[in-house]
Nanobody, 125 residues
Framework: VQLQASGGGLVQTGDSLRLSCAAS????????TGWFRQAPGKEREFVAL????????YYGDSVAGRFTISRDNANNTVYLQMNSLKPEDTAVYSC???????????????????WGQGTLVTVSS
């Protein structure tokens, strides 16, 4: 299974943007999809997770209340709706398949696989 993130771009503070994570192939062996981001010179940061079971959703502290993760089963795509964007949201955003069915340790990259190429989001002040 390959994942491809798209939808990034240059926006201004307060704007909204929706990212897409399209999967090619069957994802039935995974438990969900997560989004991470990495800004220049910084460590990778957990953004959001959606689990297939129960449609469970979990967010990183810095984006909770502003970002929303959702899925479109028919199109095998997971979305990340980002509202009220801030300059500190500037980063490369990547998606990956969740290899654990528990929501515990949602922020640990080692519990994800099939990392896709990221998409750059730049928020100007």
């Amino acid at each position: 299974v390959q994942l491809q993130a798209s939808g990034g771009g240059l926006v201004q503070t307060g704007d909204s943007l929706r990212l897409s994570c399209a999967a090619s192939g069957r994802t039935s062996s995974s438990y969900g999809t997560g989004w991470f981001r990495q800004a220049p010179g910084k460590e990778r940061e957990f953004v959001a997770l959606i689990l297939w079971s129960g449609d469970y959703k979990y967010y990183g502290d810095s984006v909770a209340g502003r970002f929303t993760i959702s899925r479109d089963n028919a199109n095998n795509t997971v979305y990340l709706q980002m509202n009220s964007l801030k300059p500190e949201d500037t980063a490369v955003y990547s998606c990956a398949l969740r290899s654990s069915g528990t929501p515990l340790y949602a922020s640990r990259p080692e519990l994800y696989s099939n990392w896709g190429q990221g998409t750059l989001v730049t928020v100007s002040s």
